[in-house]
């Protein structure tokens, strides 16, 4: 691991901005190969009965990114001294599977008599051939009295911040459905007669419709595979009682690569998280929802990583598995159906899940 990791100095995530009368100066960075080396001291100063410098007042422009997005943020640079410096800035993130990702340093001149406000705008662009890992990301700030690439440096100050913000690939709001993107099929799921007819934008949401008087329903799924990262919809369930919807990542056969959430179409309302691999059911726990799904949107998550699948509901984790699960990349996808384990009651009349976006 990055040296720079090893403090464990924290701040909050969203601290609020002080006022600033000093020069606000705008940098923008653009991503490239690490520039902390393993063989750089962090060698705190020792010169001083509290700390000389700070990083104070970090605060990100936004909670969730995506790949094509700059990520901005604000933060205050302050010294402690009677003295004017000339200091070097450093900015790396860690993503979900403890990569470490650093972007330039960032030359800086403090003035002793006041705090400077700095606003910085990171390209993320560069990562796409490193392949974006999605989910929450850590970031760190450290603050050095030299070049730490060229010199023997000292670092004066550091500030971690975990769960920084969240990455994404994408946010998908379906205006339109991008056929490279998502595809929809016919087939027969249960006891369900999938038509992609059922599958369609409308008021700029997603709607799969469940028409009445008929066990009919939709699917929709990835054209690619997907890998480890964080998988989240936000979605309004159909009142259809005896039918399901799931959110889940599958790769066929069945009962080989498949990780659900699957929950009951219906006011009082119960989620199944389920694992296969290995030909069979790895894991199948239920719970109740606490909340009627068919009354309002509510956000459903999966984290999935090498380490542990972790499951959330309206951000609050709900279910954690460190096994049972394939390592196969799958494909994202979404349905709304009737299985055979249940009765099978048509609907009275049409019913829809609407999707307000995915982000994966």
Request: hydrophobic content about 40%; charged content about 20%; proline content about 5%.
């Amino acid at each position: 691991m990055n040296p720079l990791f090893k403090s464990s100095n924290k701040t909050k995530k969203n601290a609020v901005i002080v006022t600033s009368t000093s020069l606000f100066i705008v940098i923008i960075v653009i991503l490239q190969p690490v520039f902390f080396p393993e063989n750089i001291s962090l060698k705190r100063t020792d010169n001083y009965d509290s700390d000389p410098y700070t990083i104070s007042n970090i605060t990100f422009k936004s909670d969730v990114y995506t790949k094509d997005m700059p990520l901005d943020l604000t933060l205050d640079l302050a010294t402690h001294t009677s003295l004017n410096k000339t200091l070097w800035l450093g900015f790396s993130v860690l993503n979900p599977l403890g990569e470490v990702l650093d972007f330039p340093l960032t030359e800086v001149k403090i003035d002793a008599a006041q705090p400077q406000s700095l606003s910085l705008s990171a390209s993320l662009a560069d990562l796409d051939n490193k392949g974006i890992t999605t989910g929450s990301y850590t970031a760190v700030f450290a603050l050095w009295n030299s070049n730490p690439i060229t010199d023997a440096s000292t670092q004066l100050a550091m500030v971690k911040i975990e769960e920084a913000f969240r990455l994404y690939n994408a946010v998908e709001h379906f205006q339109t459905i991008d056929n490279t993107k998502w595809f929809s099929r016919n087939g027969l799921l249960g006891r369900t007669q999938l038509k992609n007819e059922h599958v369609a934008v409308l008021d700029d949401h997603l709607t799969i419709t469940m028409p009445s008087e008929t066990l009919e329903g939709g699917e929709i799924q990835t054209v690619d595979f997907t890998h480890y990262g964080s998988y989240e919809i936000s979605m309004k369930l159909p009142d259809a009682p005896s039918s399901i919807t799931g959110f889940f990542l599958y790769k066929a056969p069945d009962f080989h690569h498949e990780i659900d959430i699957e929950i009951f179409n219906q006011p009082e309302s119960k989620v199944l998280f389920t694992s296969y691999a290995k030909g069979s059911t790895q894991h199948e726990n239920r719970a109740d929802l606490g909340f009627d799904p068919t009354a309002a949107f509510h956000r459903y998550r999966i984290d999935y990583y090498p380490d542990q699948v972790t499951f959330y509901i309206d951000d609050k984790q709900i279910q954690t598995w460190k096994d049972g699960y394939s390592d196969e990349p799958m494909h994202l996808m979404v349905n709304t159906w009737f299985p055979a384990w249940l009765k099978g009651t048509a609907p009275e009349e049409d019913q829809k899940l609407i999707i307000e976006w995915i982000r994966y």
